[in-house]
C-alpha cells in the first residue's frame, strides 16, 4: 500500500504508523470490519517495515474517551451536564504506565477544564481524569480533545472529538420571606436556577433582582447576586416604601423573569418641623405696600420625620393660623413630597400684627394626646415703609482734614450711616434705595450715589476734593428744596460741607440733612483762656508770672482759617521747654467736633454761630518749685500736629516768681 505526500501531510507519523499495522494485518486476514467507539486513540512515531521483514515494532498510545455524569459513554457536552475526559496511557507492551504527567487541550471558546493548567497524573491504571464544562451557557458547536504525554523521548498524544449544545437554563421556586414587614425591616428573596428542571450547580450564573422601592431610593436589595448551589439570594432592606413592592428576578441565562410581592407596613411619623419662613426675616408688609425688596406673602415650609428620624413621603399636613383671621392662609392642607418636605403660603392683610401658622398631622392622636403638629416662627405684618421720624443719619468722622487735602479713592475721609424704620419700629425691608447728595467733595461710588439698605441700614463713603467752597443750595436737594417745613437751605459757612441723604415710597419722600467740616491743616487764630481777640501767632505770646511753688495753667482754642475746629486726631504737646517741665495738656488730641451753636450741636449746619474750634487746657510746673532763690523765665512751644502731619508751632513764656 502506498501513501501521497497529501495525505501524509494530514496525518501525524504515529497514525500513519498505526494505518500501515492495520492494512497489513487486514491484507494478512483478507479484510477487516468493525464499529467505531465514542472516543480516539494514538501513539508515538516509529518506522515501517520492509516487505521482507513483516514484523513491527510495538508503540506507546494514549487513547481518549468521554462519560457523562452518569458514567455513560457520551461525547455530547452542555452546560447541564458536563463530560469526564478519560486519557489513558499505555507503553509500549500495551500496559499501563502510572504517575505521567498528561495535557488536555480543546478550543477554550467552546469548553473549560476543571483544573485550569490542564494537566493531570495518571493513576495506577495509567488513567488520567478531566472535567470538562462549557466555556459559556451560550456556548456551541463541535470540538476535539487533544491529549498528550511524554514517556521517556518520546510524545504520545490521542485525541477525541465532541459536540457542545447551548445549555437552556429557567428561573423557579422565586421566594419571599416573610411576604409581609414591618417599616425597615428586612426579608430575604431566593430563587432557583433550573435545568431540565433540576438545580444547575455545573458552574454560576448571575442572577438580577430588581423592585419599584429599590429605584426610588425607598429600598436596598442588591442589584446582582450569584448562584450558589444553583440558589441566588438577597436581602432586602425597607427604607420607607410603605408599600406592596413588586419584586423582579431575571437572568441572562433564562429566558423568562420571575416575579413576587412584598408587603411594607408604611412608616409612624414622629414628628412635624418648621423648617423656614420666606422672606428670610420673616416681616412681611401690609396689603398694598408691596414693592422691590418688599412682600406681602410668606412661604411656609415643614418637614415630616418618622420614628428613624427620615423623611415621610406622601403624608397629608393640614396648616392654621394662630390668631385666627389675621392673615389670608392660601393652602389649607397638602401632602409631603418625597423630601418629606410640605409648603403652605400666607397673605397680609389691611393690618399690622404678628402670627404663627401650625402644621399638624392629621389622625396621629393616641393615648389621650393629640394629633402631632408643630408651629411656624413668629411672623411679623408692618407697614415696611420708612417714617421721617425714624430716619437716623450720622457719621463717624464730622471735622476731617480736607481744606487742602484730597482723600483719594481708597480710603474715605470719613463715613455717613443712615438707619430707617417704620412707624412700627421695625427695620425697613432689604433693599430700600437711599440716595445722598452733597455741596462739597464727593459721596457715594462709582456705582451708586447713595446706598441700599439692609437690615434697615446702609453706609456711604465721603471723601474730601474739589468743590470746596459752598454755593447757595447748590445741588437741589430734598433737603433744601420743596415746600415740606422741614426743608432749610444749606450752610454757605466757608469749610462746611452739606449733606443730604433721602429715599421714597413713590408718595412720599423722606431726607435728612447733615454737616461736616472740611477742615484746614494749619493753626490760625488762636484765643488764651477765653479771649476774643486772637493771638499774634508769629511772635512769642508772654504768659501772666506765677509762683514757682505753684502750677501754670492756661487754656487755648485752636482755629483754622475759617475759625473751624482743627482735623479730629490731631495732637496738641508743649515742647521745648526751659525752666519748667509739661504737667498735661487736656484734651491732648483735637476731639470730633459736630456745627454747633451756643446751645448745643447742630448737625444740619444751620446755626452755627461764632468760633468752633477746640480748647485744650495746659498745666506746666517750676523746676526747682519752692525752692527757688530767684525768679526765672520759662519758655516753650505748643506744637499742634494734624493727621497728615502738618505742624504749627506756638511760642510761649512766662515768669516763675519766687516769694
Same mark, same amino acid.
Given at each position: 500500500?502506498?501513501?501521497?505526500?497529501?495525505?501524509?501531510?494530514?496525518?501525524?507519523?504515529?497514525?500513519?504508523?498505526?494505518?500501515?499495522?492495520?492494512?497489513?494485518?487486514?491484507?494478512?486476514?483478507?479484510?477487516?470490519?468493525?464499529?467505531?467507539?465514542?472516543?480516539?486513540?494514538?501513539?508515538?512515531?516509529?518506522?515501517?517495515?520492509?516487505?521482507?521483514?513483516?514484523?513491527?515494532?510495538?508503540?506507546?498510545?494514549?487513547?481518549?474517551?468521554?462519560?457523562?455524569?452518569?458514567?455513560? $459513554? @457520551?461525547?455530547?457536552? =452542555? /452546560? +447541564?451536564?458536563?463530560? &469526564? %475526559?478519560? *486519557? #489513558?496511557?499505555? !507503553?509500549?507492551?500495551?500496559?499501563?504506565?502510572?504517575?505521567?504527567?498528561?495535557?488536555?487541550?480543546?478550543?477554550?471558546?467552546?469548553?473549560?477544564?476543571?483544573?485550569?493548567?490542564?494537566?493531570?497524573?495518571?493513576?495506577?491504571?495509567?488513567?488520567?481524569?478531566?472535567?470538562?464544562?462549557? $466555556? @459559556?451557557?451560550?456556548? =456551541? /458547536? +463541535?470540538?476535539?480533545? &487533544? %491529549?498528550? *504525554? #511524554?514517556?521517556? !523521548?518520546?510524545?504520545?498524544?490521542?485525541?477525541?472529538?465532541?459536540?457542545?449544545?447551548?445549555?437552556?437554563?429557567?428561573?423557579?421556586?422565586?421566594?419571599?420571606?416573610?411576604?409581609?414587614?414591618?417599616?425597615?425591616?428586612?426579608?430575604?428573596?431566593?430563587?432557583?436556577?433550573?435545568?431540565?428542571?433540576?438545580?444547575?450547580?455545573?458552574?454560576?450564573?448571575?442572577?438580577?433582582?430588581?423592585?419599584?422601592?429599590?429605584?426610588?431610593?425607598?429600598?436596598?436589595?442588591?442589584?446582582?447576586?450569584?448562584?450558589?448551589?444553583?440558589?441566588?439570594?438577597?436581602?432586602?432592606?425597607?427604607?420607607?416604601?410603605?408599600?406592596?413592592?413588586?419584586?423582579?428576578?431575571?437572568?441572562?441565562?433564562?429566558?423568562?423573569?420571575?416575579?413576587?410581592?412584598?408587603?411594607?407596613?408604611?412608616?409612624?411619623?414622629?414628628?412635624?418641623?418648621?423648617?423656614?419662613?420666606?422672606?428670610?426675616?420673616?416681616?412681611?408688609?401690609?396689603?398694598?405696600?408691596?414693592?422691590?425688596?418688599?412682600?406681602?406673602?410668606?412661604?411656609?415650609?415643614?418637614?415630616?420625620?418618622?420614628?428613624?428620624?427620615?423623611?415621610?413621603?406622601?403624608?397629608?399636613?393640614?396648616?392654621?393660623?394662630?390668631?385666627?383671621?389675621?392673615?389670608?392662609?392660601?393652602?389649607?392642607?397638602?401632602?409631603?413630597?418625597?423630601?418629606?418636605?410640605?409648603?403652605?403660603?400666607?397673605?397680609?392683610?389691611?393690618?399690622?400684627?404678628?402670627?404663627?401658622?401650625?402644621?399638624?398631622?392629621?389622625?396621629?392622636?393616641?393615648?389621650?394626646?393629640?394629633?402631632?403638629?408643630?408651629?411656624?416662627?413668629?411672623?411679623?405684618?408692618?407697614?415696611?415703609?420708612?417714617?421721617?421720624?425714624?430716619?437716623?443719619?450720622?457719621?463717624?468722622?464730622?471735622?476731617?482734614?480736607?481744606?487742602?487735602?484730597?482723600?483719594?479713592?481708597?480710603?474715605?475721609?470719613?463715613?455717613?450711616?443712615?438707619?430707617?424704620?417704620?412707624?412700627?419700629?421695625?427695620?425697613?425691608?432689604?433693599?430700600?434705595?437711599?440716595?445722598?447728595?452733597?455741596?462739597?467733595?464727593?459721596?457715594?461710588?462709582?456705582?451708586?450715589?447713595?446706598?441700599?439698605?439692609?437690615?434697615?441700614?446702609?453706609?456711604?463713603?465721603?471723601?474730601?476734593?474739589?468743590?470746596?467752597?459752598?454755593?447757595?443750595?447748590?445741588?437741589?436737594?430734598?433737603?433744601?428744596?420743596?415746600?415740606?417745613?422741614?426743608?432749610?437751605?444749606?450752610?454757605?459757612?466757608?469749610?462746611?460741607?452739606?449733606?443730604?441723604?433721602?429715599?421714597?415710597?413713590?408718595?412720599?419722600?423722606?431726607?435728612?440733612?447733615?454737616?461736616?467740616?472740611?477742615?484746614?491743616?494749619?493753626?490760625?487764630?488762636?484765643?488764651?483762656?477765653?479771649?476774643?481777640?486772637?493771638?499774634?501767632?508769629?511772635?512769642?505770646?508772654?504768659?501772666?508770672?506765677?509762683?514757682?511753688?505753684?502750677?501754670?495753667?492756661?487754656?487755648?482754642?485752636?482755629?483754622?482759617?475759617?475759625?473751624?475746629?482743627?482735623?479730629?486726631?490731631?495732637?496738641?504737646?508743649?515742647?521745648?521747654?526751659?525752666?519748667?517741665?509739661?504737667?498735661?495738656?487736656?484734651?491732648?488730641?483735637?476731639?470730633?467736633?459736630?456745627?454747633?451753636?451756643?446751645?448745643?450741636?447742630?448737625?444740619?449746619?444751620?446755626?452755627?454761630?461764632?468760633?468752633?474750634?477746640?480748647?485744650?487746657?495746659?498745666?506746666?510746673?517750676?523746676?526747682?518749685?519752692?525752692?527757688?532763690?530767684?525768679?526765672?523765665?520759662?519758655?516753650?512751644?505748643?506744637?499742634?500736629?494734624?493727621?497728615?502731619?502738618?505742624?504749627?508751632?506756638?511760642?510761649?513764656?512766662?515768669?516763675?516768681?519766687?516769694?
Amino acid at each position: 500500500m502506498h501513501h501521497t505526500e497529501e495525505r501524509a501531510a494530514r496525518f501525524p507519523v504515529g497514525r500513519l504508523t498505526m494505518i500501515a499495522l492495520v492494512a497489513a494485518s487486514l491484507a494478512a486476514c483478507g479484510g477487516g470490519g468493525g464499529s467505531p467507539g465514542v472516543g480516539g486513540s494514538g501513539g508515538s512515531g516509529g518506522t515501517p517495515t520492509s516487505p521482507s521483514n513483516p514484523s513491527t515494532p510495538a508503540t506507546a498510545a494514549v487513547t481518549v474517551a468521554f462519560t457523562n455524569p452518569a458514567g455513560q $459513554a @457520551s461525547n455530547t457536552l =452542555s /452546560g +447541564a451536564t458536563p463530560l &469526564t %475526559v478519560r *486519557a #489513558t496511557v499505555l !507503553d509500549p507492551a500495551g500496559k499501563p504506565v502510572p504517575n505521567t504527567l498528561v495535557t488536555f487541550a480543546t478550543d477554550a471558546d467552546l469548553a473549560v477544564f476543571s483544573a485550569t493548567s490542564g494537566t493531570a497524573l495518571t493513576d495506577a491504571n495509567g488513567v488520567a481524569s478531566m472535567t470538562m464544562r462549557t $466555556a @459559556s451557557l451560550a456556548a =456551541s /458547536g +463541535a470540538g476535539k480533545v &487533544t %491529549v498528550s *504525554a #511524554t514517556l521517556g !523521548d518520546a510524545t504520545v498524544s490521542g485525541s477525541a472529538n465532541y459536540s457542545v449544545g447551548a445549555t437552556a437554563l429557567a428561573l423557579g421556586n422565586l421566594v419571599v420571606n416573610p411576604t409581609s414587614i414591618t417599616a425597615y425591616a428586612t426579608a430575604e428573596i431566593s430563587v432557583d436556577v433550573l435545568a431540565g428542571g433540576a438545580k444547575y450547580t455545573a458552574q454560576p450564573v448571575n442572577v438580577n433582582f430588581s423592585s419599584a422601592c429599590v429605584a426610588t431610593g425607598k429600598a436596598t436589595m442588591a442589584a446582582v447576586a450569584t448562584t450558589v448551589q444553583g440558589t441566588a439570594r438577597v436581602t432586602y432592606r425597607d427604607q420607607g416604601c410603605g408599600n406592596n413592592d413588586a419584586i423582579t428576578v431575571s437572568s441572562d441565562a433564562a429566558t423568562t423573569p420571575l416575579s413576587s410581592s412584598l408587603a411594607i407596613a408604611p412608616p409612624t411619623p414622629a414628628s412635624v418641623q418648621f423648617v423656614s419662613a420666606l422672606p428670610a426675616g420673616q416681616s412681611i408688609v401690609i396689603r398694598g405696600q408691596g414693592g422691590v425688596g418688599r412682600s406681602e406673602t410668606a412661604t411656609l415650609r415643614y418637614k415630616v420625620i418618622d420614628t428613624f428620624d427620615r423623611p415621610l413621603a406622601g403624608r397629608q399636613v393640614s396648616f392654621s393660623v394662630q390668631p385666627a383671621g389675621v392673615v389670608t392662609l392660601n393652602k389649607a392642607s397638602d401632602s409631603t413630597d418625597q423630601n418629606g418636605e410640605v409648603v403652605t403660603t400666607v397673605n397680609s392683610r389691611d393690618m399690622p400684627t404678628s402670627f404663627r401658622v401650625v402644621a399638624t398631622l392629621p389622625g396621629t392622636a393616641s393615648n389621650g394626646n393629640p394629633d402631632i403638629a408643630t408651629p411656624s416662627d413668629t411672623i411679623v405684618v408692618s407697614t415696611g415703609l420708612t417714617t421721617q421720624r425714624a430716619l437716623s443719619l450720622s457719621v463717624t468722622t464730622p471735622n476731617i482734614e480736607g481744606w487742602n487735602y484730597d482723600s483719594g479713592t481708597t480710603t474715605p475721609a470719613t463715613i455717613f450711616n443712615i438707619l430707617l424704620a417704620d412707624q412700627f419700629g421695625n427695620p425697613v425691608a432689604d433693599g430700600t434705595p437711599v440716595v445722598f447728595q452733597t455741596n462739597m467733595g464727593a459721596i457715594g461710588s462709582s456705582a451708586r450715589g447713595g446706598c441700599v439698605t439692609e437690615n434697615g441700614g446702609c453706609s456711604v463713603n465721603f471723601r474730601t476734593q474739589n468743590p470746596r467752597s459752598p454755593l447757595p443750595n447748590t445741588p437741589v436737594t430734598p433737603c433744601n428744596t420743596g415746600s415740606d417745613p422741614r426743608v432749610s437751605n444749606d450752610s454757605t459757612r466757608p469749610g462746611v460741607a452739606t449733606i443730604c441723604a433721602s429715599t421714597t415710597d413713590g408718595i412720599t419722600t423722606q431726607f435728612q440733612k447733615g454737616a461736616i467740616f472740611f477742615s484746614d491743616s494749619a493753626v490760625r487764630y488762636v484765643h488764651l483762656n477765653g479771649s476774643s481777640t486772637p493771638l499774634n501767632i508769629g511772635a512769642t505770646t508772654t504768659l501772666s508770672s506765677v509762683r514757682a511753688a505753684d502750677a501754670k495753667t492756661f487754656s487755648l482754642q485752636l482755629n483754622d482759617l475759617n475759625n473751624n475746629p482743627l482735623p479730629a486726631g490731631t495732637t496738641v504737646q508743649m515742647t521745648s521747654l526751659n525752666n519748667a517741665s509739661a504737667v498735661d495738656v487736656m484734651p491732648a488730641e483735637v476731639p470730633k467736633i459736630f456745627p454747633h451753636s451756643s446751645t448745643g450741636d447742630d448737625p444740619t449746619g444751620n446755626q452755627i454761630v461764632g468760633r468752633q474750634g477746640s480748647s485744650h487746657v495746659f498745666t506746666l510746673k517750676s523746676v526747682t518749685g519752692a525752692a527757688c532763690t530767684a525768679a526765672a523765665k520759662a519758655t516753650f512751644n505748643v506744637t499742634v500736629t494734624t493727621p497728615n502731619r502738618f505742624v504749627t508751632v506756638i511760642p510761649f513764656e512766662f515768669t516763675f516768681t519766687c516769694p
